[in-house]
């Protein structure tokens, strides 16, 4: 038999029961003071992408500042750094402008290959067109010194979700999918880097730039992909 050992609190004779620590409110209060810096650390990014969207490239905390309101003491409540501010910025551009636009189209249905490629391409060509001060920022970031590369990431994620769609496209032809990945960086580079020499270069219009990336990308995965089923 297993004796239970609990400990007892003197009780004295006719006095109300001593009741338990009340930790719960300190708790309560922990928990929503959390919250309000998180959501008060995301205000503070939103007011900072529109900061980027007004200055570009030239980032600065001063900036971010008026964007919202407050002075740049109330910034560094938030942010430790300039740095990791700019993580917040680019974290945000990726999750919530680049990423559901282009892996939205690679998971769309289209009518035939070339039209799916035309609309990831249009997609991305359309993100810099609508949003230049955004995209000029992100790659004047890319890479920076022990820093994580956000960029690069998002490059990444888009690279792998076409590859996924690829070997899947690949396996149900009864075709070896080893190819797929590389193929899928293949097409991801070369869209990235033509569209960032017309994104300061600006001399082929935008629909004929998506078109000519578009013909050359079909030129290729078209001959090489088995028929749709």
Do not use: N
């Amino acid at each position: 038999m297993t004796v239970k050992h609990t400990q007892q609190v003197a009780q004295v004779p006719g006095a109300p029961p001593t009741a338990e620590p009340a930790a719960a409110p300190q708790d309560g209060r922990r928990s929503r003071w959390t919250e309000h810096r998180r959501a008060r650390r995301e205000d503070l990014v939103g007011a900072a992408v529109e900061a980027v969207r007004r200055t570009g490239p030239d980032f600065a905390v001063d900036d971010v500042a008026r964007s919202a309101g407050v002075s740049k003491t109330v910034i560094y409540r938030y942010f430790t750094d300039k740095d990791e501010l700019i993580d917040a910025v680019l974290e945000r551009i990726s999750d919530t402008v680049l990423l559901p636009r282009l892996l939205g189209e690679i998971a769309a249905e289209h009518p035939d290959d070339r039209q799916a490629l035309r609309a990831v391409i249009a997609a991305f060509v359309s993100l810099i067109a609508d949003e230049p001060e955004l995209y000029r920022f992100a790659y004047a970031h890319a890479g920076r010194a022990g820093r994580a590369d956000l960029v690069a990431a998002t490059e990444h994620r888009i690279a792998e979700a076409l590859a996924a769609l690829l070997a899947d496209r690949l396996g149900a032809g009864g075709e070896a999918w080893g190819a797929a990945r590389t193929w899928a960086y293949g097409v991801v580079g070369m869209v990235q880097l033509a569209a960032h020499w017309w994104s300061t270069d600006r001399s082929v219009p935008a629909d004929e730039l998506v078109e000519q990336l578009a013909a050359l990308a079909h030129g290729g995965l078209g001959s090489l992909l088995p028929p749709r089923r």
